[in-house]
């Protein structure tokens, strides 16, 4: 019986001011349930700050190629995942085999409906980590491919791997509380083979130079960071998934956590490049911000606050070397998805393996049995994070990459010459994204300082 049909069934005339034990057991639901649903829309909310820092990190003939696709990629995982990625996922939890779910699809018979919203949220923010990616040079409609079987398909097993009870990974007790791996190494992997197989842009390196085409707006990237670190919140608290039985003592560390990582990882990038270049780069630092959010949500129960800080610290430093990697490798990721979520998302779940505390994953994970590797010794935890990031990255390659190799090789994944010249908004959409404005095709750009001189 749902919560819905037992608040009906409950007798509300009782003269007796005590709770029973069913009435108890409704409450602690009830609030479990509201738990979810005040969480979810703040999830959700990550679409509007992804948004914002995709559109200021582009160039302004391509604004309105980008609104579209985060708008369509959003409806997309909606759809699939409603249709067929959460029976995947979740589908008949606690007796479907442990590498994918086997019901719930389209929610028949499925009733706990502020569950499947919450999830909703996540496949979303793990689709649109491609988008950037890929920005300015990818065909809407094989965007819209790879949007559609990164939610149903290449997504939901990698949750049901780790995060559904019956899960053969979740049964060699892996740590990825709210998806530093599920969410983060996946779809920051998927962007990159995508990078890769699209191309770079038109003039982002010649002749040896990294050439910078910069992106239009910095206040709008700067407000898609703060709605961003804004919905991590409700990314990072709400997975407890529920708020009761003392739950409330991990959402209150979570919650210090989720402040204290994305905090020192931009200090420490801000020091580096006013150190090292004179200057405050205010992109670095913003993506520093979110590289530490995303290296912390994968233990952000499980640690604490120290270890919460040396984190973020350690965040920044992968942050910035997978950046020059790939600058190095000719990889144009122009939201360095790759360095972001895909670096960071390893270090997050490697995190949990050194800095677990074994007081702390007994009250997240009262059934498992081992802690991080400072606190406890036990190299098992660490060998099990390995294995989940080899496993998560070797998935999304199989996976995804294969899927952007056929693309390429059908010629569908690429935009022509002159379109990427004028613009995806002219061509494709008939208008720029802003009235009145003149864009043109010999933009401004600027050669770069060798970073590794």
Known sequence: MCIRDRFKSMNSTTNS????????????????????????????FMQVGFLMLE???????????????????????GLVFY???????????GESNPFIGESDFMLFGYREYFFFFYQLTFCSAATTIISGAVAERIRFEAYMVIAFFLSGIIYPLVVHWIWSSDG???????IDFAGSGVVHLLGGTVAFWGAVAVGPRKGRFVKGKIIQLPGHSIILCCLGVFCLWFGWYGFNLGSSIIIT??????????????TLAPTFS?????????????EYNLIKIFNATLAGLVAITGGC???????????????????????NLLLLLKVDDVLEATAVHAACGAWGLLACGLFARPEFVEQ?????????????????????????????????????????????????????ESTEEKGLDKTAHGSYAYANIQIKISEYATVRRDLFA
Do not use: C, M
């Open 17 to 44: 001011t005590a709770l029973t034990d069913e009435e108890y057991l409704l409450l602690e639901e009830t609030y479990n349930a509201y738990w979810l649903l005040i969480n979810s829309p703040l999830v959700f």
């Open 55 to 77: 559109v200021g990190s582009i160039r302004v003939k391509n604004a309105k190629n980008i609104l579209l696709k985060n708008v369509v990629d959003t409806a997309i995982s």
């Open 83 to 93: 249709a067929f990625g959460f029976g995947f996922a979740f589908g008949n939890q």
């Open 168 to 174: 053969w990974l979740f049964e060699l007790q892996v």
């Open 245 to 258: 039985n003392g739950f409330w003592i991990i959402a209150e560390r979570v919650a210090v956590n989720t």
């Open 266 to 278: 931009g200090i420490v990038t801000l020091l580096y490049h006013r150190l090292r270049f004179r």
């Open 301 to 323: 129960a499980v640690v604490g606050s120290d270890d919460a800080i040396i984190i973020g610290s350690i965040a920044a430093i992968f942050y910035e070397s997978s950046s």
């Open 364 to 416: 997240a994970y009262p059934s498992y049995t081992h802690a991080g590797l400072l606190y406890s010794g036990d190299f098992y935890f660490v060998a099990i994070q390995l294995l989940t990031i080899a496993i998560i990255f070797t998935w999304a390659t199989l996976t995804g990459g294969s899927l952007l190799l056929i693309l390429k090789l059908l010629k569908v994944l690429r935009v022509d």
